[in-house]
């Protein structure tokens, strides 16, 4: 489970430490704000340095081995210009290092940096965090069911243009079910609903060969609607183990509602929530109106539920992107997703009243 992460000099993050660090809720955050704020490079940033260690060239824990496997994923998932350390380093930052620290529970944490020139990263403070073995999950943007065949080998062997998120994804996604009786309640329920509302489930063959099977009849799954190929991703990773509350690792999802149908989005959030109720830490990142106020509607403080809402914007005098947390729907400041509905609502009035010749 992570706990805060701090940025300097870092991609699009000059100062996000301190008391303006992202600090996650155990449960539910969702990252919001316009383009280019720098919301997915928070999701990978965390994912990168998460599952670094579980490469094997840093399981054994020294400085080099854990420098060198940060270096890769980070590499391998933000994919800089020329494929140099060094340009992720934040534009304008003149001779300043960037530097990355990022603070797990059980009181573990890796504090690493680099400068424009440098092809390794720096352990600054490694405490404890070779121990660190929960494998995080990240479902990027775009449904991937669609493409699965055959893509971790021609990723391995063309270096395709996709970021390493792709086919640490499509991986998971081509692991073996697991046993229904290991799998935890609440991830059989959902997989169950998800089941219900596509009339039908995906099935995988290996190598990344994945139909639709409704009944007797068998489709492939580039047929099938992509709203349902996003949210039968989820359904797959928890029949594989890949999520599974209480012992994998944070779940990081960018964008989950794109190519969506709204009407998706209620069961979508009831999932989530009921994940995070069970010990799933969950990191989103969203534009929609509908499934952040899903969120606000269904949170149940009784049933301990704990959503934390992350608004970044740019600081209008230094263009310094700046995070706002807070646990009140109500307190998002500020808020785009909800001030464009706002927007939208009163435009609707005026063309209503307008038309009524009033």
């Given amino acids: 489970?992570?706990?805060?992460?701090?940025?300097?000099?870092?991609?699009?993050?000059?100062?996000?430490?301190?008391?303006?660090?992202?600090?996650?809720?155990?449960?539910?955050?969702?990252?919001?704000?316009?383009?280019?704020?720098?919301?997915?490079?928070?999701?990978?940033?965390?994912?990168?340095?998460?599952?670094?260690?579980?490469?094997?060239?840093?399981?054994?824990?020294?400085?080099?081995?854990?420098?060198?496997?940060?270096?890769?994923?980070?590499?391998?998932?933000?994919?800089?210009?020329?494929?140099?350390?060094?340009?992720?380093?934040?534009?304008?930052?003149?001779?300043?290092?960037?530097?990355?620290?990022?603070?797990?529970?059980?009181?573990?944490?890796?504090?690493?940096?680099?400068?424009?020139?440098?092809?390794?990263?720096?352990?600054?403070?490694?405490?404890?965090?070779?121990?660190?073995?929960?494998?995080?999950?990240?479902?990027?943007?775009?449904?991937?069911?669609?493409?699965?065949?055959?893509?971790?080998?021609?990723y391995e062997t063309y270096g395709l243009s996709f970021d390493q998120t792709y086919q640490d994804i499509c991986l998971r996604l081509d692991l073996p079910e697991i046993r229904p009786e290991t799998m935890h309640e609440?991830?059989?329920?959902?997989?169950?609903?998800i089941e219900r509302i596509c009339e039908g489930k995906f099935v995988f063959y290996g190598g990344g060969n994945v139909t639709f099977k409704a009944g007797e009849a068998e489709y492939s799954a580039n047929v099938i609607a992509e709203g349902f190929r996003k949210i039968g991703m989820l359904s797959r990773l928890l029949l594989t183990g890949s999520i599974q509350p209480g012992v994998s690792g944070p779940l990081f999802w960018d964008e989950p509602e794109t190519n969506m149908n709204p009407k998706l989005m209620k069961l979508l959030v009831q999932i989530m929530l009921e994940l995070s109720r069970n010990g799933q830490q969950i990191v989103l990142a969203t534009h929609d109106y509908v499934l952040l106020k899903w969120f606000d509607l269904l949170k149940d403080k009784g049933l301990g539920d704990h959503v934390r809402f992350h608004s970044l914007y740019k600081d209008e005098t230094s263009r310094d992107v700046i995070v706002k947390s807070t646990d009140d729907y109500l307190a998002i400041a500020p808020n785009p997703i909800g001030d464009t509905f706002n927007d939208l609502i009163k435009a609707h009035a005026r063309a209503q009243l307008k038309g009524s010749g009033k």
């Fill in 1 to 154: 489970m992570i706990e805060k992460l701090e940025l300097t000099n870092f991609t699009k993050f000059a100062n996000l430490t301190g008391e303006r660090a992202l600090t996650l809720s155990p449960k539910i955050n969702i990252i919001i704000g316009e383009n280019g704020t720098g919301k997915t490079h928070l999701l990978k940033t965390c994912y990168a340095v998460a599952s670094a260690m579980r490469t094997r060239d840093a399981r054994a824990g020294q400085t080099d081995d854990v420098a060198n496997a940060i270096t890769q994923k980070l590499l391998n998932v933000f994919m800089p210009h020329e494929g140099k350390l060094g340009k992720l380093r934040l534009h304008g930052a003149g001779t300043d290092k960037a530097e990355v620290k990022l603070h797990f529970a059980h009181d573990q944490s890796i504090d690493f940096s680099f400068n424009y020139n440098s092809t390794k990263v720096v352990v600054d403070k490694n405490r404890r965090f070779d121990e660190y073995t929960e494998s995080p999950v990240y479902v990027p943007t775009k449904e991937v069911l669609s493409f699965m065949k055959g893509f971790s080998s021609l």
């Fill in 186 to 193: 609440k991830s059989n329920w959902a997989v169950s609903e």
